[in-house]
C-alpha cells in the first residue's frame, strides 16, 4: 500500500447501530496515526494520535485500534447517534518523506438515522 | 479561545486575478499548513511552514505562493497560474516536527470562479 485508503467510503446506519471503519497504511517508516471527525460546516476534529503497535484508546464510545506491522487501524463507534454522523477521516505519518507531514484518507461518511 | 482563524469563508476569483487567503492562529504553534480538498479525494497538501522565515512545497504546490513572516500567520496565494482554484481550502497547524500532537484546523474558505 502506497496511500492511505479507507473504507467504506460511505456507511448508512440506524441509531443503536455498532459499526466500524477500516484506514489502510503503507506500514513501512512508520511513526503515527491520526483520526479526525470532520461534520458538515465545521472544522476537522482530532479523535486520536496512535503511534504504538496494539494501542487502543478510547473517546466515550469511540475506540480505536492499530496495528503497525500490517499497517490498518480500525475505528469502532458503539451505538450510533444521530451526533456522530460526520466524514471521519485517518491520517498516517512516517519517518520518510517531510517529517512531520501527514498523508489523509479520503474519509469515510457516516450518516446514522434517528 | 485560542484556535484557527481563516477569513474569508467565501471567496470569488476572476480570471487571471491573483487572491489571498487569510490564516491566523494564536496556539504558539510553530507548524502551519494549507490543504486543499476536491471532491472525491482526501485533503491534500499544498505549501507547509515549520518555523517562521521558512516554507516547503507540499504535493500540489504549483500555482499557490505562501508567506511565513510572523509564527502567527500563513496567508496562500492563488495565484492565475492555478488553473482550477476552485475548491475548499483548510489551513491547520501544530507544534510541528514528529511531534505525536494533532493538527488543529480552521473552518475553511472556499474559493471559487466567477
Known amino acids: 500500500i502506497l496511500n ?12 443503536g447501530d455498532s459499526t466500524n471503519f477500516t484506514c489502510s497504511f503503507p506500514s513501512s517508516n512508520f511513526y503515527a496515526l491520526h483520526w479526525y471527525r ?12 496512535m503511534t504504538l503497535n496494539g494501542d487502543e484508546k478510547k473517546k466515550g ?21 444521530p451526533e456522530d454522523s460526520a466524514t471521519y477521516l485517518c491520517a498516517h505519518m512516517n519517518y520518510g518523506g517531510s517529517q512531520g507531514n501527514l ?3 479520503k474519509g469515510t461518511k457516516l450518516s446514522v438515522k434517528p | 479561545d485560542g484556535g484557527i482563524t481563516q477569513s474569508p469563508k467565501y471567496l470569488f476569483r476572476k480570471e487571471g486575478q491573483n487572491v489571498t487567503l487569510s490564516c491566523e492562529q494564536n496556539l504558539n504553534h510553530d507548524a502551519m499548513y494549507w490543504y486543499r480538498q476536491d471532491p472525491g ?4 497538501l499544498i505549501y507547509y511552514s515549520q518555523i517562521v522565515n521558512d516554507f516547503q512545497k507540499g504535493d500540489i504546490a504549483e500555482g499557490y505562493s505562501v508567506s511565513r513572516e510572523k509564527k502567527e ?42
Open chain 1, 4 to 15: 492511505v485508503e479507507q473504507s467504506p467510503q460511505s456507511l448508512h446506519v440506524q441509531e
Open chain 1, 38 to 49: 470532520w461534520e458538515t460546516a465545521k472544522s476537522p476534529e482530532a479523535l486520536f494520535v
Open chain 1, 61 to 81: 464510545r469511540i475506540s480505536a485500534t492499530l496495528n503497525t506491522k500490517e499497517g490498518y487501524s480500525y475505528l469502532y463507534i458503539k451505538g450510533s447517534q
Open chain 1, 103 to 105: 498523508i489523509f484518507g
Open chain 2, 41 to 44: 479525494q482526501g485533503l491534500r
Open chain 2, 73 to 114: 500567520s500563513f496567508p496562500l496565494t492563488v495565484t492565475s497560474a492555478q488553473k482550477n482554484p476552485t475548491a475548499f481550502y483548510l489551513c491547520a497547524s501544530n507544534l510541528g516536527g514528529l511531534s505525536n500532537q494533532p493538527q488543529h484546523f480552521g473552518d475553511g474558505t472556499r474559493l471559487s470562479i466567477l
